[in-house]
Structures are given as structure tokens and as C-alpha cells.
């Protein structure tokens, strides 16, 4: 298709939520104090982690990253999405929601990556407890750091370089409240069927392959801490658990944006609220609050901190 002959998009508009003016306050006080929430406690284990030595282990290591990659994630759409509750044009550029597209594709594929890291050093730390640190060196910890990016940032760039040059000539409403690859699709000028189907295999079928592989791991882990009974076996147990909920938790909704046919309108908007603002702040709730050791150092900090603030 000769792209000379269309009036290229210049800006695509989000219908948003709602015209009521009670749900966008409510809506706006919800997002707010969520995201606020979100941020607030992702950084809080972030600054834990790094200044406790008593945290300076793999698996805080990795914790604090998920903390920070869900800071950055949840910042990709929240701050827009709370500024234009109550706007009547909710307009994005062509630029700034291919942007938006890069940036969740990137950060939420280093998540899925990191996600399978975490579960391998919890499989090394229940499974081969006298050979953990030997594995889980800190150079691994950082290839596994390193590895996860450049997959996220590669699984990216594979879906953007076909549609970045699209050609978009009208309609450009968009019925969400921010930018994603099967919503944009629809809108190009163009068959993009196979585009459709490759944006399934890349996103889709790799969000359920990665599911069904950590699901199948920590089967395993499970079944292994339950032949050996015992009291760090129950320590181990709660760490699962909580790695789990993180996982059903951040999967969960991606699966269905990428291999759901056509969900309903009302469905994938929650579901996006759910990603875009709940999930980023319970992985800091879970991770803190069923956690004795990241609640002790959070303790052991406060208290230094007062203690320093009374002597200055």
C-alpha cells in the first residue's frame, strides 16, 4: 500500500473509561492511591535490599530488580492514564504509543525472564542447599540480570520493526486508555493478519510457555520440600507461595490480552487496570508482609535512620 496516497495518523485518542463524573473521581482517587501505593513500596525493598547487608543474597538480589522493573512498568501507562481521567480529548501521539508499546513489551518480557530466574534460585535453594552460593554466584545473578533485559528488549523490537512503518489513515480511537499491539493493529490501513498471528506466537505463546514452565518448576520444588518435612522446610513453603501468587498474578492477565480471540471491551479494560496497578503493588505487599527477614531489616532501618536523624 503506497503510504503517499493516506493521511497518516498523527495522534491516536483513548475513549477511556467512562463520561460519569463520580466513576472518573472514583476511578482517579482508585489509580492514584494505587500506583502512589505501587511505587512507594517497590522502592522501599529496593532501598531495603541495597543498604541491609544482612539482604545481600541472590535472592533479594533478584527481588529488588522485580521491585525495580515493576516501578518502571507500572510508570509506563499510570501517570497518563491518571492525567487524562478527566479530560475530554485523551489523545496520544504516534511516537509517544509506539513508545508506550516498546517500553511495556520490554519490561514486561525482562519480568517473565526474571520471574524464571527467581524460580531457579529458589529450585538451587531447596533442591541443592550445600551447592547455593556456588551457583548462584553473584556473576550469575547478573547474567541472569543481563539475560533477562536483552530478551525483553529483543522480544521489543521483534514485534516493532514490522509494525513501526504501518500505514494508519483513520480511524484512530482506540478503546482503551493506552497503547498495545493487537488495539493498533486493527487500526492499520492494511492486512494484518499475519502480523496478528505473529504478535500471538511472540507475545502470547510465550507468556503461556513461560507460565507453564514456572508452574511445572515450582510443581517440582513443591513436591521435593514436601519429602523433606521439616521446619525449614515450612520457611521454604511460604517463599514459594508467595513466588507463586506473583506468578499467576502477572500472568494471568497477559495471557488473556494475547491469546483470547476477542475479549470484551469491559473485560480487557479491568484486566489492564488490574496490570497496570494492582499486580505492581501486591508484589511488594506479598513479598513484604509474608517475609520475616525484609520486615526485620525494614525494622533494623527504620530504627537507624531515627536514630541518626536524632543525633543530627
Known amino acids: 500500500m503506497d503510504l503517499t496516497n493516506h493521511s497518516i495518523v498523527s495522534e491516536f485518542v483513548f475513549l477511556g473509561f467512562t463520561n460519569s463524573w463520580d466513576i472518573q473521581l472514583l476511578l482517579f482517587v482508585f489509580s492514584f492511591l494505587f500506583y502512589s501505593a505501587s511505587m512507594m513500596g517497590n522502592l522501599v525493598i529496593v532501598f531495603t535490599v541495597t543498604f541491609d547487608s544482612h539482604l545481600h543474597s541472590p535472592m533479594y538480589f533478584l527481588l529488588a530488580n522485580l521491585s525495580v522493573i515493576d516501578t518502571v512498568f507500572c510508570s509506563i501507562t499510570a501517570p497518563k492514564m491518571i492525567c487524562d481521567i478527566f479530560k475530554k480529548h485523551k489523545a496520544i501521539s504516534f511516537c509517544g504509543c509506539i513508545t508506550q508499546i516498546f517500553f511495556s513489551h520490554a519490561v514486561g518480557g525482562t519480568e517473565m525472564v526474571l520471574l524464571i530466574a527467581m524460580a531457579f534460585d529458589r529450585y538451587v535453594a531447596i533442591c541443592k542447599p ?13 547474567c541472569f540480570l543481563v539475560t533477562s533485559w536483552i530478551i525483553g ?30 488495539q493498533l493493529l486493527r487500526l492499520a490501513c492494511t492486512n494484518t493478519q499475519e502480523l496478528e498471528f505473529m504478535v500471538t506466537v511472540n507475545s502470547g505463546l510465550i507468556s503461556v510457555g513461560s507460565f507453564v514452565l514456572l508452574v511445572m518448576s515450582y510443581i517440582f520444588i513443591l513436591f521435593t520440600v514436601w519429602k523433606h518435612a521439616s521446619s525449614a522446610s515450612s520457611k521454604a513453603l511460604s ?3 508467595a513466588h507463586i501468587t506473583v506468578v499467576v498474578l502477572f500472568f494471568g492477565p497477559l495471557m488473556f490480552f494475547y491469546t483470547w480471540p476477542s475479549p470484551t471491551s469491559h ?46
Open 130 to 142: 550445600l551447592h547455593y552460593l556456588t551457583i548462584m554466584s553473584p556473576r550469575m545473578c547478573l
Open 153 to 182: 528488549l529483543i522480544h521489543s523490537l521483534v514485534q516493532l520493526v514490522f509494525v513501526i512503518d504501518l500505514p494508519f489513515c483513520g480511524p484512530n480511537i482506540l478503546d482503551s486508555f493506552y497503547c498495545d499491539l493487537p
Open 239 to 241: 517463599t514459594l507461595s
Open 267 to 312: 473485560l480487557d479494560k479491568f484486566l489492564a487496570i488490574f496490570d497496570a496497578f494492582i499486580t505492581p503493588f501486591l508484589n511488594p505487599v506479598i513479598y513484604t508482609f509474608r517475609n520475616k527477614e525484609m520486615k526485620v531489616s525494614m525494622r533494623r532501618l527504620c530504627s537507624h535512620l531515627v536514630h541518626y536523624k536524632s543525633i543530627s
